[in-house]
């Protein structure tokens, strides 16, 4: 009898325990189902009240899991320069951790300046795993909002003023942060071309302008990046905000572009849960939050895609489809990282991220002015080499708005230039004095102007030759999120500073690190100018690099930089234009954005788009194509050939422009259509070949809402920039 109880006892145990074990194997685990299988698993088991719990944050940078069916949470995290230390749970302060210091990566203008692909799939893939290791699976980056004018105080986070080269740069940067499976979240979509007034600004652009120059790097990065994640933007598009904006989320991404993955919110962009659950967003972050989880004036419990979105669901205002879809949407995000099966552990600050971070660097840096080769300056050719400027020893990762990093280290261009040329060679004075780097505040320096300039003088004049650091820094109001800039001009006196400088010594070359252009009343009485951006933790080892000539420069503008403001197309048009009028802007300036306009309306920029000079020169050959004829959907062959004709190696990015001389619509005068960096030996001469789709040199027609290729003749230009043509071919479309 005690033997048939045990035994019975023993058979229901076994089978409870089989039992049990089989209810908790979740089967979406099996990492061996497609994705999507398991997404629909994982949805079939979720509870309304769980649905909901993921559409919204419940961090500062989280959203909920599923805890109880083993769904880890998401988390979230700038971008896009390097990854952001970690913050309070509900406040934007630092943590305090202590194994959260980055490595800093340029700036994203000074990886579109490397007019390189390679660099760009570097950098993603060196950042996302800095993001993996951090246990972060969504990348708030990268930024590819189109360089509409010089005040817009993000440019710096973006790739420039034309769609294609942010489109070829975009691709590659997704791809190589995905192959981490960490998502990245590309923003800030659409339309947020500037700070000023942007959480409210109403744009209204046409639709040709929309799709031409606007969208491609955003289409680029969810078609053929393939994208996991998109971010909304503050602005308003059409009167209403993007971040639920029915036309750009559901019709543009989602149905004609068939983005599968998931909408964020820009944080505190969501504004009304109507628009939000209907309009494509998926998860809404940043609802003003401050200080408390669940309780208090705007807890999370509050947020539109929380319990007002429930209370709706419940009550039957919306239906569980949407919902079902938004979940879809973010539980395919979990299992696309987090929970894939062969993701990497990730690396961080580890030896290949600063060489990776030096090498993109040194890419990017934009050798603007040369005169007499005032560069490279061999170590040992001077005596005494005096550094001026606050940019040679100011932090600047730190600032900027929610790009700025707590870094492991970073080198600045004064400490560079020091291990370069060895400390008894350089005397640093430093010239201009900014003040405090506080958020959304202007803060001015404390020190005197004068006193700092005679300093410097009399520096210089003691000098063999004289490097001056300045440009712009992350300041409010310089390149920085919240606001504007107010001018193009270098800010804290830094043209009366360099004026005192060419008295005391002619031999001065301006070094200039910034996100953004800026004016140069100088301009022809310098010998040398520098673009270096902001390079992050290498910034000071690249650019004694390239001015000691280790490296050749090989950097081209990303964006124009115009004489003066008034040059700047959207500018022109007045205030309507930018930065807008009682709330409406209008992009007047249209498709003739950056070198588009100067073409078109024969204004000489200062530098243009695609402008960059070498230690080396190039010749270029005559352009020639395959053939002269073509139907739409056939690929134009394009080659030329490219000669290193200096004493030196060196790399050029060599540039392909098409025109429609005879279009049936306006067209600007011509835009880019391929490109490609070629590295070439002293003395060296490679043929240079690009492709170019016939479909690609279509224009955005807004009768028919598609892409129009018009028969007749195209003329395709190969040139060093945009404003210096070598030589161009005609042919026809059938
Ligand atoms: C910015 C985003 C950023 C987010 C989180 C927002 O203010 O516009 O670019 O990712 O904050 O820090």
């Known amino acids: 009898m005690r033997v048939t109880r045990i035994t019975i006892f023993g058979i229901l145990s076994i089978s409870l325990f089989l039992n049990f074990t089989r209810a908790q194997k979740p089967v979406y685990l099996d990492v061996k189902q497609p994705i999507e299988k398991r997404v629909e698993q994982a949805l079939s088991l979720m509870t309304l009240d769980e649905k909901v719990a993921m559409c919204h944050a419940q961090s500062k940078f989280s959203s909920k899991g599923v805890p109880r069916l083993g769904i880890p949470e998401v988390w979230t995290d700038d971008g896009p320069h390097g990854i952001r230390e970690e913050v309070f749970w509900d406040k934007w302060s630092g943590a305090g951790w202590t194994n959260d210091s980055c490595t800093a990566f340029p700036a994203l203008t000074s990886l579109a300046a490397s007019f390189n692909p390679q660099m760009a799939l570097l950098y993603g893939k060196t950042i996302g795993e800095e993001a993996r290791y951090r246990n972060k699976n969504v990348l708030l980056g990268p930024g590819v909002n189109i360089y509409r004018t010089p005040l817009n105080g993000r440019n710096f986070e973006y790739m420039g003023e034309d769609p294609y080269l942010s489109s070829r740069i975009v691709v590659p940067y997704v791809q190589g942060v995905q192959q981490n499976g960490v998502a990245a979240c590309v923003k800030h979509f659409a339309l947020n071309n500037q700070e000023a007034d942007r959480m409210s600004v109403d744009v209204e652009v046409s639709d040709r302008a929309l799709h031409e120059i606007y969208l491609p790097a955003f289409k680029a990065a969810v078609e053929e990046g393939k994208a996991w994640a998109i971010m909304g933007s503050y602005n308003q598009f059409r009167g209403v905000h993007c971040c639920h904006n029915d036309l750009l989320l559901n019709k543009i991404l989602k149905t004609d572009w068939k983005f599968d993955g998931v909408v964020i919110s820009d944080w505190g962009g969501v504004h009304n849960t109507d628009q939000a659950v209907n309009n494509g967003l998926d998860l809404e972050m940043g609802t003003s939050t401050n200080g408390l989880t669940t309780d208090g004036t705007s807890p999370y419990s509050e947020y539109y895609l929380a319990n007002p979105y429930l209370r709706g669901l419940k009550s039957g205002k919306y239906s569980e489809s949407v919902l079902n879809d938004k979940v879809r949407r973010i539980l395919r995000l979990i299992f696309r990282t987090t929970m894939s099966a062969d993701h990497p552990f990730g690396k961080f600050v580890s030896p290949e991220h600063s060489e990776a971070s030096r090498k993109i660097a040194e890419e990017g840096i934009v050798l603007l002015k040369n005169n007499k080769q005032f560069f490279p300056i061999p170590v040992g050719k001077y005596q005494k080499i005096a550094v001026i400027g606050e940019n040679a020893t100011r932090s600047l990762v730190i600032g900027g708005g929610s790009s700025s990093l707590k870094v492991a280290y970073e080198v600045s261009p004064l400490k560079g230039l020091i291990q370069k040329y060895g400390k008894d060679h350089i005397t640093f004075s430093k010239g201009y004095a900014s003040g405090e780097n506080e958020y959304n505040k202007e803060v001015g320096s404390q020190q005197n102007a004068d006193s700092l300039i005679n300093a410097a003088v009399a520096t210089a004049k003691d000098a063999d030759v004289v490097l001056f650091i300045g440009g712009l820094n992350k300041n409010h109001f310089q390149d920085s999120e919240g606001a504007d800039r107010k001018s193009m001009d270098l800010p804290f006196g830094q043209d009366k500073l360099i004026a005192a400088l060419l008295k005391a010594n002619k031999n001065v070359a301006v070094i200039l690190l910034s996100g953004n252009a ?115 959907d056939e690929t134009v062959k394009v080659s030329f050939t490219l000669k290193n004709t200096g004493k030196v190696d060196g790399a050029e990015a060599t540039q392909v422009y098409v025109s429609e001389p005879k279009a049936t619509v306006m067209r600007p005068v011509k835009e880019l259509k391929a490109f490609k960096k070629v590295f070439l030996k002293a003395g060296e001469t490679q043929t240079i070949e690009l492709e170019i789709k016939v479909k690609d040199m279509a224009f955005y027609n807004e009768t028919t809402q598609s892409w129009t290729v018009e028969p007749g003749e195209f003329v395709l230009r190969n040139a060093a920039s945009s404003n210096d043509v070598k030589s161009s071919v005609s042919i026809q479309i059938k």
């Open 518 to 632: 800026v004016s140069m009343p100088w301009v022809n009485e310098v010998p040398a100018i520098v673009q270096a951006w902001y390079l992050g933790s290498e910034a000071g080892n690249a650019i004694a690099n390239v001015l000691s000539g280790e490296v050749n420069p090989s950097g081209k503008l990303p964006f124009s930089f115009p004489k003066k403001l008034d040059d700047n197309a959207a500018i022109s048009f007045g205030q309507i234009s930018y930065p807008g009028l009682d709330g409406k802007e209008e992009y007047k300036d249209d498709i003739l954005v950056g070198y588009r306009w100067f073409d078109t309306k024969k204004i000489t920029p200062l530098f243009a788009f695609g402008y960059g000079l070498s230690y080396t020169t190039f010749e270029y050959g005559k352009i020639t194509t395959d053939k002269k004829l073509y139907t739409p």
